[in-house]
Structure formats: structure tokens, C-alpha cells
């Protein structure tokens, strides 16, 4: 946006998702206002009251601003950012992810509102860009696009490749492995401050380079190769599992296998979140229920940070190879009310120690008699 004449301080311009024309559409829209800084508004379903996520830099807003909406199925999340040719680094969300109930042909476009009738508040927007799903094949080869997410190598000298196209998300990564007490893995994240939340997301395709490639949903306390955190993977010949490490620093330790050896695709993977209590699912279903969700070990603590990252990893197990997982269906839901939690029997966790160290004892010799 590169100029603005408001009517009124809550007079509002910006970038709208909508379901329709109808004054109580469902829609998620980023606003410049009057006087109220940027921010994120929203009415989840048709019909209902509307929603505000909050403000995004000072009142008065700085022009030029950008604006920037990302959809993901009927998952939204608005954007804005004052640097001139904003990276991945510069857009700053206003709010999480949301669902919007949108209609099957939906609106994309622009909106203005004065906030007070009779009278025209005005804004003029420039390098608009629509993006479409990204046409064609796309592989690990192809440039990243990350959308809204957050992309990182840990503990690998191997650049992976994250694509967004719209309506799934392709993550490639490499690694020596991921265990221990340090792993090697691509990341696409977004960090969260929300004590609870549900991430779900489904693997349509998966193309391992090693038994123990993995692959799959992941909270994690920061970016650090050693960083606590909780992960459902698929894997290369090993099924679906649950890895953890507790705290920042220590070793890590597996919940034991679901499914097959030989993932059965598409699986769903769940991860549930209850301040630091977590606990991975996986389903074969083809649209899960809540009895679908398989538990892969019990609920356990996780010493995340304050802010922590919630989002995909992806771990070739073989350094210079790169391991893909294309996700679709991805949903966080960040109002979880309740988590349901399973109690399952206890199975053998394997868990990584370090190795003991070996030193010479000597103890004197002594002569008895007989």
C-alpha cells in the first residue's frame, strides 16, 4: 500500500479473502486502519461475529506498507511488513494460522471501508501479485517457495528445498540422522507462543534414502541441533514413530513403532499439545475420526521455550542426500479447548546414551591362604 486517506481511526484498507458478497461472509482480511495499526480480522464461519488477532506495528501506520495473505485449503494467515523488498525474514504474521469456512469459489482481492457512511476513505495498492498453486512437476531440484513457513538446515552442510504450492507442502532435507544428541534435518516451521495446540497434517508421497530416513510433524523448542522437542515421523522400512528429546542438550528416545515397516501412504500424523505434555498419532483413515487416532507411546513432558517452533522436518539418515515428504491437509488449531490425550500400554522406549567411558582399574593383589 502506498498511500491512504482514512475517515475515521478505525477506517480499514487492505488485502480480503471472502467467502462471498454477503455483509456476513465468512472472510480473513489484513487491514491498514486509521489510526489503530495494522491487523488481522477474520469471521470464521458464515454468519457469525467477526474476530480481530490483534495489532501489528504503531498506530499510525508507516507507508509504504505491505500486506500479505497465505491460504492453505481453508487455513489462513495474514502478513504485513514495512521493509522495502521484504524476504522470508521481514513479513511479520499478525495472529496463527486460522480455519475459514470458505465456499468452494471464494473472493480474493482488496477491500475499503471508511467507518463512516457518506463519506469515501481511499487507498492505493501497487506490485500486487496473485499467487496460484505452482504449476507442473516440482521436485528437490526446483527453487524453494516457502510461503508462510519459516525454512532451516540444522546440523547438515546440505541446502534442502521447501515448496508450498497452495494446497500441499513439499519438504526435502538431508542429515546424517536425527537421534542422539544431535540431529540433521531440514525444517519448515512457524513459531507459536500458544500453551495448547493440535498440528495435523497428511503424507501423500514420501521417497525415503534410507531405512531410517524420517519424515513428518515436528514442535521443537528452537533451531539448535540439540533443541528439545517432539516429533512424529514416518520412515524409509521402520514404520511410523514417535522421537523426543525431553530437554535441550540430552539424548533422545523412541516411542516404538506403528504400522508397518513399509509406511502406508497416505498416513495422517497428529501432534497434540497441552502446555509441555505432548503426544504423537498417526492414521491410515481416510478421514479421521477420533477413534482413527492411533497413539505411539504415552503423553509426555517436553521442555520447550516460550516461543517455540511448530511445523515439518524432514532427515535423509545419509549426509548429501536429500529425503522428500509432500504434506497436504495441514491444519493448526491454536483454540484447543481440551486435548485428548490417550493413556496406551507400556511398550520398550529405546532411548540414546552416551557411550561409557573405559579407564584402567587397579586393585592390589592379595594372597590368601588355603
Not at 494446497?167 to 512457524?190: E, F, K, P
Request: proline share 6%; hydrophobic share 40%.
Amino acid at each position: 500500500m502506498t498511500d491512504w486517506d482514512p475517515r475515521h481511526p478505525y477506517s480499514k484498507a487492505g488485502l480480503t479473502i471472502r467467502s462471498s458478497t454477503a455483509p456476513d461472509a465468512a472472510h480473513l482480511s489484513v487491514f491498514v486502519t486509521g489510526a489503530d495499526g495494522v491487523r488481522v480480522q477474520r469471521r470464521s464461519l458464515n454468519g457469525i461475529g467477526s474476530a480481530d488477532a490483534g495489532q501489528g506495528g504503531p498506530d499510525t501506520v508507516v507507508l509504504s506498507t505491505w500486506l500479505r495473505i497465505v491460504k492453505q485449503g481453508n487455513t489462513l494467515q495474514g502478513f504485513f511488513s514495512t521493509a522495502a523488498n521484504p524476504q522470508t525474514g521481514d513479513w511479520q504474521p499478525i495472529g496463527n494460522p486460522v480455519f475459514i469456512g470458505l465456499d468452494s469459489t471464494y473472493l480474493a482481492g482488496f477491500a475499503v471501508s471508511a467507518r463512516d457512511e457518506g463519506n469515501l476513505a481511499s487507498a492505493t495498492f501497487d506490485n500486487i501479485r496473485l499467487g496460484a498453486p505452482i504449476a507442473g512437476n516440482v521436485d528437490c531440484d526446483s527453487p524453494s517457495v516457502p510461503g508462510a513457513w519459516e525454512t532451516f538446515d540444522i546440523g547438515t552442510g546440505t541446502t534442502g528445498t521447501t515448496i508450498d504450492s497452495g494446497n500441499s507442502l513439499l519438504v526435502c532435507g538431508s542429515g546424517a540422522r536425527h537421534w542422539s544428541t544431535s540431529d540433521g534435518l531440514r525444517l519448515a516451521v512457524q513459531p507459536q507462543t500458544s500453551n495448547d495446540l493440535e498440528l495435523v497434517a497428511r503424507v501423500t508421497d514420501w521417497d525415503p534414502r534410507h531405512p531410517y530416513s524420517k519424515a513428518g510433524l515436528t514442535i521443537r523448542s528452537s533451531t539448535a541441533p540439540n533443541a528439545a522437542h517432539l516429533s512424529v515421523f514416518v520412515t524409509g522400512a521402520d514404520g511410523v514413530r514417535v522421537q523426543r528429546r525431553s530437554l535441550n542438550g540430552i539424548g533422545s528416545a523412541d516411542a516404538g513403532q506403528g504400522g508397518p515397516d513399509a509406511v502406508v501412504l497416505p498416513t495422517w500424523l497428529r501432534i497434540v499439545k497441552q502446555r509441555n505434555t505432548l503426544q504423537g498419532f498417526f492414521s491410515t483413515a481416510a478421514t479421521p475420526q477420533a477413534s482413527d487416532w492411533q497413539p505411539i507411546g504415552n503423553p509426555v513432558f517436553i521442555g520447550l521455550d516460550s516461543t517455540y517452533l511448530t511445523g515439518f522436518a524432514v532427515s535423509a539418515r545419509d549426509e548429501g542426500e536429500l529425503a522428500s515428504a509432500t504434506f497436504d491437509n495441514i491444519a493448526l488449531d491454536t483454540m484447543l479447548l481440551a486435548a485428548d490425550f490417550v493413556e496406551v500400554a507400556e511398550q520398550g522406549e529405546s532411548t540414546y546414551r552416551e557411550p561409557a567411558a573405559v579407564f584402567p582399574l587397579h586393585l592390589p593383589l592379595i594372597m590368601r591362604g588355603r
